[in-house]
C-alpha cells in the first residue's frame, strides 16, 4: 500500500509533565538520524504526536528503522487524501478491498481535529461504515476489539486513513538521560547491557580494551560489529579501542596469579572512568551480572569497584543467564557473541583466580606497578571510530562472500 505518512504515538514521554517538550525534541532527532538514508522524509513533532510525512519514500524500509527508536509507543502507516467524503469513502474501500479477507470484524474509528469539517466523528463513523459495507454486504461490524480497526482522522491539512497499529520499541527516547560508558567485551552479556541502557534514554560510547598482538584483529572487529548492531537504536555510537597490552604484561610480570583478574579489573574501570571524565559522560555501564565468575561475585566487585565512586550500572546484574540470552537473541548479537576469538581477559585468565581477593593484598600488589604511567600511556593511545549502523547493502556483501 502507498502511505504518505508515518502518525507515531509517544511511550512514556506522557507522564514526563515539564521535561514534554525536551523529551519530543530528543525523540524527533533520533527519528532524523534513524531516518537519515530517506531524505524526502519530513518529521514534524507536536505535542501528542510526530507525523512523518513520507514525500515518496518507502515504508516498507522505514518501518523496521522506525521500530528501534526508543521512546515510540506504536505507530500507523496512513493514507492522506483531500478532506472529501467522497474521496475519503473511496480510500476506506480501496484499503478493505486490500486486506479484507472475507471472515475479519471491523470497525471505523473516526476522530476529528478539524471541527469545520462537514461531519462530526460520530456521523463520519456511519458514513465511512456504510461505504465499506457497500463493498462488502455480509462484513461483519464489531465495536470491541474489532480484527480491523479503520481509523479516519480528519485534521487541518487533510483526511488521513489507517488500519494498522505497528508496536514500537516503547522505553525513553536516546540521550534523555545523559551519557554512560558502556565497557563492552566480545561476551554476550555486556551488549545486552548497552541495549537496556539505552531503551531508558542513556546515550552510550563504547569502550574496548584490546591487547594486541594476544587478541586478534577479529576480537576487535568483533567488538565493532556488536556495536554496530546497536548502533540502530541511536544511529551511530562512539567506539573508544583501549590499548591494554603494557598493562596486561605488567600485571602478569609484577603480580601473583590469584590477583590478575582483580587488577587488570580495577584498571580497567580506572581507565574507563578517565574517558567518561574527558568525554563528559555521567556513569558507567557494564555487563557484570551476579555470581557467573570470579570477577562477579559480591567481594569482587566490591574489590574492583574500589577505584571509583562513579555509579556503576549493571542492567544485567540480576538477570538469569537465559533471561539475557533470549534479549541477545532478540536484538541479533548472540551469534555474533558465540564467535570464538580471545578476549584479552581470557588470554591473560589466571588458573585460580581469587574470588573473595583482600583489599590489603590488592593495595600491596599494586605498589608493583606504575599505574599512574600505565594509565596515562593507555589514555594517550585511545581511537576513537564512529560505528554506523550495519547497512543492508553490508549485509549482502558478507552474505556474497560467504558465498
Ligand atoms: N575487553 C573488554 N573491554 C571492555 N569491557 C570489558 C572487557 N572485558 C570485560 N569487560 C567488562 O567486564 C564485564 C564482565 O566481564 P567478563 O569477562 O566477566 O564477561 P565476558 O564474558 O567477557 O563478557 P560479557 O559479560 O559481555 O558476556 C563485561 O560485561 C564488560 O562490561
Redesign the pocket.
Known sequence: MKYSEIMVRYGELSTKGKNRRSFIMQLASNVRQALIDFPALKVHADRDRMHLILNGEDSDLIIPKLQKVFGIQNFSPSIRVEKDLEQIKQTAQEIMKEIYTGKETFKVTARRSDHTFEQTSDELNVTVGDAVMDCFPDIKVQMKQPDINLRVEIRSNGAFLSYETILGAAGLPVGTSGKGML???G????PV?GYMAMKRGVEIEA???ASPPYTSEQALQKAKDLTAKLAPYVGQIQFIEVPFTEVQEEIKNKVPEGYWMTITRRI?LLLTDRIRQLRRGLIIL????LG??A??TLQSMVAINEVTSTPIIRPVATMDKLEIIDTAQQIDTFDLSIQPFE???TIFAPTQPKTRPHLDKVHQYEERLDIYGLVERALANIKVDQILPESPQDQENEFAELL
Open positions: 565497557m563492552l567485551s561476551g554476550i552479556d555486556s547491557a569502550v574496548h580494551f580497567m557494564n555487563g557484570e551480572s557467573q565468575v570477577s562477579q578476549d584479552c581477559c
